[in-house]
């Protein structure tokens, strides 16, 4: 430690500190640009220049670094006349068109004027002009306010891990820009516009459409993927203009993925179900919600009572809030029926029955960057959890060794110490094979099942990786969550982080993938998962908030399933045509926005959260539409007067952690049996395909990231069925159905595997995530 | 693998990548970004100038982003991103060389081309450029022909001289 | 034109043979190669090296003058790796020595490097050149092969195990490379934007590993230094100011050129070996170490000798030893408007005072120039410089501030003259003669 005198005021700061991170020590403000504390120091704008004793010139805050006994003045002559020769010099170009400018009223360079500008500028000079760029659907530009401070340069290089934007020229003329010709494609780009201190960069989908101040705010918990990013929620007149990240060190930092900042738009699509309907006669009808609820209340009970309540399936959202679960599943099991699940997307459910509790994370967020060695296993893992990769890439340049396991070879935009790609129905031997490598580099003996596989050099290479460090940490991801083998690639994973001594847990696939355990909407032991209760119609289904065509491992099965089923009771915010042609009732649900909730993210950490906005027309929260349908029906245990009472009764108290989280499955045992077949299917889930809301954000659907599927295949492949990149590819699923789609050269794929997102329209007649495909030239 | 390295045409010659190479190797083996302004220069040899295409090309082959090539080929001032005359000639007109007639050099040279700085004869012969000093002042007037040939001791007649040799 | 004139020529001695005389055979002949053969055999220490280096007081030829060997000494021992670098990025308006050392005597620069190279631990270097003399980075490439041939360069030199590799790298066109974190950015394969300093490139270098950089013509002094021990060189100059100096002479004089003279030489008597003004018409300015450096008046250049204390005093520097001589055709608005263009055209664009005031300083001053100056224009100017000096990453913002100042300060009249009657005081027609451009009598 370290003490010195900031304005006469001594602190101890720690060694290495800079000025600027001992004067916020001290809340202490120094007006600064370029600098931001999750960015390298730039040392560009020169805003932060304050005097040091015994310096004869003014020292940059934010690079200098403190010694012993340093004493700072922040407000005398001299630091207050650089600072404002500085801004003299930031205005001198600067358009100081505030009141035409989106950044108006939360512009640093407008408060800061206010501060330390001169009224009159004495520069008479010409003023310089800047072209704006086109930086795609969702950052606008107006390059001239640009005060070249490169916070959006440095972030893209280095938080997104590639740089798109980098500052051209030189001298005055020096401009910040992405290649000709180029937009900023990463999942992260909205971020540029929060680090833009001036109104450079704004939001091109808020655009114009408000000022700040007429803005309403309201914290927020994001409703897509595990991490549950915080988020601010900016409405004006009840509808959601704006959503903004709000800073959490421990979950999102001060960071948000686009599809978290912009999924907002998906809240007005006109897709919105605003009022109950009915079908009657084959015809849609709008109707009150007390006929809908009678209906939908009707037609449950008479499947119950004709069929058993075992006749009813029910099919809940992983992005649901734990209370829309927790009384679904009480609904379901109130009518008799244990088919209850939100794992849509998941394949292997031999787990079930045998868990030690509920599947997470298995360590803090926060404990992901103090690992040394990760294992990421079978992940997408920039697009299914940009800040959980950004973690990893901050790590990574700590020195930490981040090795894959995967069916692709996608960059990461991480420097990946190993890695091991391989075809699908490979993985579980591969990690097989880290395991025994691991187990044989400790002198310890490995599973009798892991024993017999040959290991690789690639497993070799991951296995010497992971065993060099001193804590290690193994990363499951949405592909092996969704694998067919699962469980088998969770007990693998347990063994290896056993053996190392470290810790290993998965990658919540969405907002409430722990909490729909919480919240028991899983089968009971009579009950049947997601996969049983498509695979094996059912004569109802009730839906809340999923989009089972889109949402389920197999969508075709879904649909059939549902279209043959004599009643479906939907819950959602949105109509579809799919949903209109299997329903018998749609009732219209708040989307998150509009109602209270609770998400208990990958970590196990809760977070509720209130409406920001009323619900659109009759849109009712969708817990209250449970608790509706539970005392038509008759049942106990619905009498709740808000949806605290929901959570209270659901978590057992107000905990900050749920309890009973434990990745260990007792007596699991290995599949290691590999069906290798020719043509194995991979299925990503696309970024902005991943669920209801952002499939219907305008702005996001024109991004980089939901480009048309393609059929991606290695060299080798494409050679192999006789196509070229470019190619129309006939794929067949089965010999049933078969599609067209355009053939793409992916050099990260393995052989023998053609990638094809699922989640999308346009390949639901695919099937099943997991399958074997047949293909060739149109 | 990155999508923005996907502009890899137009090819560099097999000749300039032979070049680009033995840049590269002078450097240590995790720094082939280091070698971008020679390969830039290589390029901008083969191709006349550099095109958007050509940058990325080079970046490409380097393995850097492109627009981390873009910033190298828009700082440094004798790479061309627009198309150039068959001869640029450059003139310095600092200080010290326009006390011994820079000025008067360049002036001379509008003159006989009829062209301004930046512009370029409507033949495609010549383009002007204004230069910076080039560490010739003794020399001067001063004047760079295709940037790598220097001109000493330019007074009207080695002007004629020179303009009447670049056919 | 290889050289003219000397007093006690060290650097300088290979260079009479001009273009004929730079390969590596001559470089032996005259004993060159011969103080790295003499150090890799009696095993020298590193610290006994640097020592000498010490002894000679050389200090740094690139503008700054900092002492060599205390630059040296700042070099972590332990670290395995790192980097010596040349900085012959010769930018300096008026400074063209660097690139008469490398055509005439490449051998002194690369035999200086290794040395360095040997004294402070680095198995690697390079020598950043200027982009605008592709000439002679194809010469040092040239050099270097013969040097690699030979066995000075590469694995186990001349069979010691002490093993050093050197190559060559070209700038393309910016002054700011000439700055020696710009220049390492620019090797590393960016925008030479200068860096924040500390940390000094001695612990943070090339590649983020510990680096010593220094000018051609310090490398190139090494070899002699070594030869004659550090104390004589000292002594051939004056104290704190050790040994020769190379001096480029431009502007009005009758033989511009380079001049190696010993430090504190009356600048009297190098205006006379560069053959005195041109014409025979009356000195009205020096700017006496690039253009960077303040401008002196006749009078107190005069005065002055030709080492770092003596033009301190006087109020200017000796920066990199260009000696810019004006003479009375020359209008100092016009002048001033020239070298502010500069500044303005070479600011990498980092800093807002360098990127904002440079422009601002230039237009102002193009102002007057063509007779639009206001009266209020040249508080205004001082103003500005002083809103950029000592508040930006690297001094090119008080490179393009001193001149303003000085200008403004010596000729201050010359400057209200000009807003007043929006014309120069010194005749259009005089001037455009001053050049030498046009024949007596042509147009
Ligand atoms: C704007 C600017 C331009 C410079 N240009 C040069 C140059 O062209 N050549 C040079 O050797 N040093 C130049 N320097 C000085 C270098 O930064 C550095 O001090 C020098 O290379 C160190 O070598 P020395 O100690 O041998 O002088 C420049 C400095 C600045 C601030
Ligand atoms: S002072 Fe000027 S040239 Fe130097 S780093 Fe700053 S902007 Fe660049
Ligand atoms: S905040 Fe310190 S220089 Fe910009």
Redesign the pocket.
């Known amino acids: 430690m370290l003490e010195i005198e900031i304005d006469g005021k001594t602190l101890q700061v720690a060694d290495g500190s800079t000025i600027i991170e001992a004067a916020h020590q001290l809340g202490t403000y120094i007006p600064h640009f370029c600098y931001h504390k999750k960015l390298s120091i730039a040392a ?1 704008c020169r805003m932060c220049l304050v005097q040091v004793e015994k310096a004869p010139k003014p020292m940059p805050a934010c690079a200098t670094p403190v010694t012993n006994g340093m004493k700072v003045f922040t407000h005398s002559e001299l630091a207050v006349n650089a600072q404002k020769g500085v801004m003299e010099f930031l205005l001198i170009n600067h358009p100081l068109d505030c009141p035409i400018c989106d950044q108006g009223g939360e512009c640093q360079l407008q408060d800061l004027a206010v501060g330390y500008g001169e009224s009159a500028s004495q520069y008479q000079e010409e003023k310089r002009v800047v072209p704006d760029k086109d930086l795609g659907p969702l950052v606008s530009t107006d390059m001239t306010r640009c005060i070249n401070c490169t916070r959006c340069i440095r972030f893209t290089a280095e938080i997104a891990g590639f740089m798109e934007l980098g500052q051209s020229y030189r ?1 005055e003329r020096a401009e910040v820009m992405p290649f000709i010709g180029k937009t900023v494609d990463t999942e992260l780009s909205g971020n540029i516009i929060d680090l833009c201190p001036v109104g450079a960069l704004t939001s091109k989908p808020f655009r114009f459409s408000a000022r700040t101040w007429e803005l309403s705010r309201r914290k927020s918990v994001s409703p897509h993927d595990g991490l549950g990013s915080n988020l601010i929620v900016q409405t004006k007149h009840d509808k959601v203009m704006r959503v903004l990240p709000l800073e959490n060190e421990d979950v999102n930092e001060c960071w948000l993925t686009d599809k978290e900042r912009f999924s907002y738009q998906g809240l007005s699509s006109a897709e919105r179900l605003t009022k109950p309907m009915v079908k009657q006669g084959g015809e849609w009808k709008e109707v009150d919600w007390s006929v809908a609820l009678d209906y939908a209340a009707h037609a449950l009970r008479d499947v119950a009572k004709t069929h058993g309540g075992a006749a009813i399936g029910g099919l809940l959202s992983p992005h649901a809030t734990l209370e829309e679960m927790y009384l679904a599943q009480k609904l379901l099991r109130g009518l008799g029926s244990e088919n209850i699940d939100f794992r849509l997307r998941h394949s292997d459910f031999s787990a079930d029955g045998k868990r030690k509790g509920t599947p997470w994370l298995g360590m803090k967020i926060t404990d992901i960057g103090r690992l040394d060695r990760v294992l990421v296993v079978g992940s997408f893992l920039r697009k299914d959890h940009p800040l959980i990769a950004q973690r990893l890439r901050q790590s990574a340049k700590r020195g930490a060794q981040i090795s894959v396991l995967h069916s692709a070879d996608d960059d990461l935009l991480i420097k990946l110490a190993a890695r091991a790609i391989a075809a699908p129905s490979q993985l579980p031997a591969m990690l097989a094979q880290v395991v025994k490598a691991v187990c044989a580099i400790k002198g310890v003996a490995a599973d009798t099942a892991v024993a017999g596989v040959t290991v690789s050099a690639d497993a070799q290479a991951i296995a010497e990786s992971l065993a060099s460090g001193s804590s290690a940490g193994v990363l499951l991801g949405n592909f092996a969550q969704q694998h067919p083998q699962a469980a088998t690639l969770q007990v693998l994973a347990g063994q290896l982080a056993a053996t190392l001594g470290g810790r290993y847990g998965f990658l919540g696939e969405a907002a409430n993938s722990v909490g729909g355990y919480v919240a028991k909407a899983v089968p009971g032991a009579a009950g049947l998962n997601a996969a049983a209760m498509l695979k094996d119609p059912r004569q109802a289904y009730v839906v809340v908030g999923a989009e089972p065509e889109l949402d389920c491992a197999d969508g075709a099965q879904a649909l059939a399933s549902l279209t043959k089923a004599a009643a479906v009771v939907v819950l959602s915010p949105f109509k579809s045509q799919a949903m209109l042609d299997y329903a018998a009732v749609l009732l219209p649900v708040s989307p998150f926005s509009e109602t209270s909730g609770t998400f208990v993210n990958t970590e196990g950490r809760v977070q509720s959260f209130y409406a920001a906005a009323k619900p659109l027309g009759e849109t009712r929260p969708a817990w209250k539409v449970l608790r509706v349908l539970g005392n038509l029906l008759d049942l106990s245990g619905f009498a709740f007067n808000s949806s605290e009472e929901v959570r209270a009764e659901a978590l057992g108290g107000q905990p900050e952690f749920v309890s009973s989280l434990d990745n260990g499955i007792d007596g699991g045992t290995l599949n290691l049996t590999a069906s290798a077949q020719s043509l194995e299917r991979v299925a990503d889930v696309p970024i902005h395909f991943a669920d209801s809301l952002v499939r219907r954000a305008s702005a996001l659907q024109q991004a980089a990231d939901s480009a048309a599927p393609t059929a991606r295949m290695n060299a080798a492949t494409l050679a192999k069925c006789g196509l070229a990149s470019g190619d129309k590819a006939r794929v067949g699923a089965g010999g049933t159905a078969t599609m067209t789609l355009p053939a793409q050269l992916d050099v990260g794929l393995p052989d023998g595997v053609v990638r094809i997102a699922a989640a999308h329209a346009d390949t639901l007649a695919l099937g099943a995530m997991s399958s074997v495909l047949s293909v060739e030239k149109a | 693998m990155n999508n923005q390295n996907d502009m890899l045409s137009p090819e560099l010659s097999p000749e300039s990548l032979k070049k680009i190479d033995r840049e590269v190797a002078k450097y240590p083996a995790d720094q082939k970004q280091s070698a971008v302004m020679a390969a830039l220069v290589i390029a901008q040899d083969e191709k006349g100038w550099l095109s958007k295409e050509t940058i990325a090309a080079v970046a490409g082959y380097l393995g850097m982003p492109p627009i981390a090539a873009y910033e190298v080929a828009s700082f440094y001032n004798m790479y061309d991103l627009q198309p150039v005359g068959k001869y640029k000639l450059t003139v310095c007109t600092n200080l010290p060389c326009a006390l011994s007639g820079g000025v008067h050099a360049a002036d001379y040279v509008k003159e006989k081309l009829g062209i301004d700085f930046n512009e370029t004869t409507p033949d495609g012969k010549f383009t002007l450029k204004e230069g910076e000093c080039m560490g010739a002042c003794g020399d001067a007037p001063v004047m760079l022909v295709n940037n790598k040939r220097m001109c000493s001791f330019m007074l009207p007649e080695q002007i004629d001289k020179l303009l009447a040799e670049c056919k | 034109m290889a050289l003219i004139d000397t007093i006690n020529p060290l650097l300088t001695t290979g260079w009479s043979k001009g273009d004929a005389g730079w390969s590596l055979k001559d470089y032996e002949a005259r004993g060159g190669y011969a103080q790295l053969k003499r150090i890799l055999a009696s095993k020298m220490s590193q610290d006994d090296l640097i020592a000498e280096v010490k002894k000679s007081v050389l200090r740094g030829r690139g503008g700054a003058g900092f002492p060599t060997g205390l630059k040296w000494s700042f070099m972590p021992k332990a670290a395995p790796e790192k980097y010596v670098v040349c900085n012959t990025d010769e930018g300096e308006p008026g400074t063209f020595k660097d690139r008469d050392l490398m055509r005439f005597d490449p051998h002194s620069v690369i035999e200086g490097m290794i040395i360095a190279a040997y004294a402070v631990g680095a198995k690697l270097g390079y020598n950043y050149i200027h982009g605008e003399i592709f000439d002679m980075y194809q010469r040092f490439e040239e050099a270097l092969d013969q040097a690699r041939a030979a066995g000075y360069l590469g694995n186990n030199i001349l069979g010691s195990d002490f093993s050093f590799d050197l190559f060559a790298h070209h700038g393309w066109g910016a002054y ?1 490379c000439g ?1 020696e974190t ?1 220049l390492l950015e620019s090797i590393e394969g960016k925008k030479g ?2 860096r924040y300093k500390p940390p000094f490139p001695a612990n943070f270098g090339l590649y983020g590993k510990p680096t010593t950089i220094n000018n051609t013509e310090t490398f190139a002094a090494i070899p002699f230094i070594l030869g004659m021990g550090g104390e004589a060189y000292l002594n051939l100059g004056k104290p704190n100011n050790g040994g020769t100096k190379l001096f480029s002479v431009s502007g009005h004089v009758n033989r511009p050129g380079n001049y190696e003279v010993p430090m504190g030489t009356p600048f009297a008597k190098l205006l006379e070996m560069a053959g005195g003004m041109r014409g025979g018409r009356k000195l009205k300015a020096v700017i006496p170490g690039g253009s960077s450096a303040p401008v002196l008046p006749a009078d107190l250049m005069m005065e002055c000798t030709m080492d770092y204390d003596s033009i301190a005093k006087a109020g200017s520097m000796l920066g990199s030893g260009a000696v810019i001589v004006m003479d009375e055709t020359v209008c100092m608005v016009k002048a001033l408007e020239r070298l502010s263009y500069f500044y303005f055209e ?6 807002t ?3 904002e005031g ?1 422009g601002w300083l230039y237009r102002v001053v193009h102002r007057i120039e063509h007779g639009q100056g206001r009266p209020e224009d040249l508080d205004l100017l001082n103003r500005v410089t002083d809103n950029m000096m000592g508040k ?6 008080d490179a393009a501030a001193f001149p303003v100042r000085s200008f403004i300060k010596h000729f201050k009249s010359e400057f209200e003259y000009h807003i007043e009657h929006k014309k120069c005081l010194v005749d259009p027609e005089v001037q455009r003669a001053g050049s030498g451009f046009f024949k007596a009598g042509a147009a």
């Open positions: 560009n001298g | 700011i700055e710009g934007q200068p070479e600011s990498c664009g980092q800093c005072p360098c990127r440079s930006t990453i690297c001094a090119l913002a």
